[in-house]
């Protein structure tokens, strides 16, 4: 049905004003009430450094974001909002309380969407690959034999192998809400520096009782081993640290979503960079240290579980301070 009265006369348009825009409201619209005006500025508020629906852009990535199936380990997650608004008068302290707590959960929410979607697509082939080859080595007990080649093919498949980490890092922080309100010149020293920790924390899951179990590139199927770590002469104390690194996070039992909750958090460290905007890095790397905490509460719904999992996160990132410096082979 249009907008024409019986009469012929026009109806008031029911269309409102979109929050989004600039243009203000024709004279026919009807004003936005002041509720609505608390709600835009908590969402201004809030919103800071990210885009208006808290997803990447189309520019930034133009094969079709909202298409990206979240994995199992989201289900549920992003479609519940934890309410805790009180029959309170609408001006009063705990409704805005109230207003901003649901917010804030939302864009928690969305953060946790935003990072599966951008891991599924920079890292998920290679998430099948490496659990494979895993699966297969434990399970199956199918352990490549070492040595599978000579030294020289294996650095050649290392050198494919840090390149395509490069790739990979590169692919999924473009698409994290805020990395684009970081500056060119930042955004190349966080993906220098930031390249070690960052490829610990994605090689974890594949670390199991001393050895790290994951295949280099190309068809070879080469497993780089810690006979390989040894052959190459590696430091014997960053090999243990490696591993004991990795046995930590392990403990946690993070799920793969917040696993890259916590990677996205490490790679915005400020303390672990000389990037030069360190309030926005301390603000996006508080950020997704929240999102994850959120995600490992509504997990964890019995608060001695959730405390047990605190605990276990707190000890491992203390290894954060400890981090060797890394072997040019590496």
Known sequence: MDD????????????RHSVY?????SAQEPSISSRQAKHLKVQSLLRGHFNEDFQPTRATFPLGF?????????????????????VVPPNSYFSMYADVSDSR?????????????????????????YSAFMAS????????????????????????????????????VAMLPGFEDISPADR???????????????????????????????PEQIHASNYWMEIMGLDPEYIRFCYKFSSMFNRIGLTLTESY???????????????SDKALLKHLNAFYLDALMY????????????????????????????????????
């Open 261 to 275: 909750l916590l990677l996205a958090a490490a790679f915005f460290d400020p303390d672990t960079t000389t990037a």
């Open 4 to 15: 024409t009265e019986e009469n012929g006369e026009e109806r008031p348009s029911k269309r």
């Open 66 to 86: 909202r298409k990206v199936v979240p994995p199992c380990d989201l289900e549920g997650f992003l479609s519940v909002t934890a309410t805790f608004r009180p």
């Open 21 to 25: 825009t600039d243009d203000p409201p």
């Open 295 to 330: 995600m490992i509460g509504y997990r964890c719904r019995h608060p001695w579980e959730r405390a047990a999992v605190y605990h276990k996160f707190e000890e491992a990132v203390k290894m954060f301070h400890s981090l060797p410096a890394v072997p040019s082979m590496v």
């Open 137 to 172: 080595a434990l399970a199956a007990q199918q352990i490549p034999y070492q040595p599978q080649t000579s030294l020289k093919r294996f650095l050649v498949g290392m050198h494919k192998k840090r390149q395509n980490d490069k790739t990979r890092l590169a692919q999924f």
């Open 188 to 218: 190349n020293i966080l993906l220098a520096e930031k390249s070690f920790v960052t490829n610990l924390l994605n090689y974890i899951k594949y670390c199991h009782k001393g050895d790290y179990y994951y295949p280099l590139p190309g």
């Open 105 to 129: 959960d939302v864009m928690l929410q969305k953060a946790g969407g935003a990072v599966c979607a951008a891991y599924e697509i920079a890292y998920g082939d290679q998430i099948a690959v």
